[in-house]
């Protein structure tokens, strides 16, 4: 990541929209998911679909398979879609998958746009938060010393 600052806004958004997302907030959640997609859309990326992955191997330390990802889409999307009327099932896939290492090419799905990808992340990421219980900060934190170490070993 860039520097301290920019890390500490994603961090700030992303917590602002999680919390939105979890209390079902429309007002809120537009809010903060409109300036969670102005940022810079690699540096969210990372940050939330790390966020989103150790979720995912947390919910399911035995590993996952099609069922248990439908399991968290049905669930996701029920939750979302009354308040969230821009919800794109397309896209929660794409960021499930994503998140766990898994890049469709473009034949195989359609591209979709950055500032989606920002708008729906924050509810996989609260819906997960409410399997586990913990706090979102205990992931962020894993999320960005993970981040950390990566760049850091990659500098020559």
Partial sequence: MESSGVVRRIRRVAEEAVAAAAAGDAAAYERAATELAARNPEQVGLVLGGVVRMLLEEGHP???????????????????????????????VLLLTAALGVHPS???????????MAR???????????????????????????IFIVQTMELP
């Fill in 62 to 92: 035995d590993g996952l398979d099609s069922d248990d990802l439908q399991v968290v889409l049905k669930r996701c999307a029920g939750d979302a879609l009354g308040w969230f009327p821009e919800l794109d099932p397309t896209v929660l």
């Fill in 106 to 116: 473009e034949e195989e799905a359609p591209p979709v746009e950055p500032a989606a």
């Fill in 120 to 146: 729906h992340a924050p509810l996989l990421v609260a819906d997960l938060l409410a399997v586990t219980g913990r706090p979102l900060a205990d992931y962020l934190d894993a999320a960005l010393a993970e």
